[in-house]
């Protein structure tokens, strides 16, 4: 089912009933500084989305809160009417503060106006997927989901949404997202220097759920940083490269969506994580995590 051709590295993988690529991209660089505000080069992040479309990618991750709504403008004025095979992952369940924080927005109400605010923004009648964004700026926290989780199989129910999932969760919240309707990923913080989800990605991929790390080179400390580069040093790629070729390697179910606002990055990213990665590197790789 998740073995269909693709010419991007890792190949494709099904979302429901959507297929996208494996290596996708992450609009959040395409606001401005802080993700707020838009951006200074507004033709060149309506470039760079088209670039993305143009080397087959098919998973764009966005959210209303980017900008806020900034870049949700941006894909829609840069691909709309969208092709078939494109499918558009956001997120909701917080907004922005006017000193740039993201506080929480689960309740009920606060949701409905994000899938709506989404819906408009980006000039859909239904959104492909939908996250329900959890804990806070520290990382997941522990408690219930049930409310607003529930309020969003309730706008799926309407017809507005066609598949959810869950972001900055802990794995006892995937549960009990699984426990009350199916979810298609999980979006966490995960890198080669944090393995704390090695167990629920393992559990998520005999599931067929996908699992989709942000921050890929986020939190390393110096000395593994130096270890990561000196990889990439011998196979003559960027660090950012390897990272991400290890992380598709990781797992079948890992999708990626690195962010950038460089149409130069944006290719690099895609011919790198091509990256063939010998036994030794990536055992050499995975010392650097633990």
């Known amino acids: 089912m998740n073995t269909l051709s693709s010419s991007l590295p890792g190949g494709t993988w099904t979302l429901g009933d959507l297929t996208v690529t494996r290596f996708g991209y992450g609009a959040m660089q395409l606001a401005g500084p802080g993700v707020m505000g838009p951006p200074a080069d507004r033709d060149g992040a309506l470039t760079i989305l088209r670039e993305a479309a143009d080397l087959g990618i098919t998973h764009i991750d966005t959210s209303g809160a980017y900008g806020p709504r900034v870049t949700n403008q941006l894909i829609r004025e840069a691909l709309h009417p969208y092709p ?84 900055n969760a802990t794995a006892e919240q995937v549960a009990e997202a699984q426990e009350i309707a199916p979810i298609v990923c999980v979006q966490n913080m995960y890198n080669l220097a944090h393995r704390q989800d090695d167990e629920l990605i393992d559990d998520l991929s ?54 950038t606002s460089s149409v130069v990055h944006l290719r690099e990213n895609a011919a790198g994580t091509g990256l063939s990665l010998s036994d030794e590197e990536l055992a050499e790789l995975d010392k650097i995590g633990r």
């Open 84 to 167: 078939e095979s494109l499918h558009i992952v956001t997120k909701v369940g917080a907004v922005r503060d006017e000193r740039g924080g993201w506080p929480p927005a689960r309740q009920p109400e606060d949701l409905r106006r994000a899938v709506h605010e989404n819906l408009k923004d980006l000039g859909l009648d239904v959104l492909d997927v939908v996250n329900l964004r959890l804990g806070d700026a520290q990382g997941p926290q522990p408690g219930s989901l049930a409310e607003p989780f529930e309020a969003l199989v309730e706008l799926q129910q309407q017809g507005l949404i066609r598949h959810l999932g869950v972001s």
């Open 206 to 259: 005999a599931k067929g759920i996908a699992y989709v790390p942000f921050f890929p080179l986020g939190g390393f400390t110096p000395l593994e940083s130096t270890a990561l580069s000196a990889v990439a040093a011998r196979l003559e790629a960027t660090p950012m490269s390897v990272a991400l070729a290890w992380l598709l390697r990781r797992s079948p179910n890992i999708l990626l969506i690195p962010g």
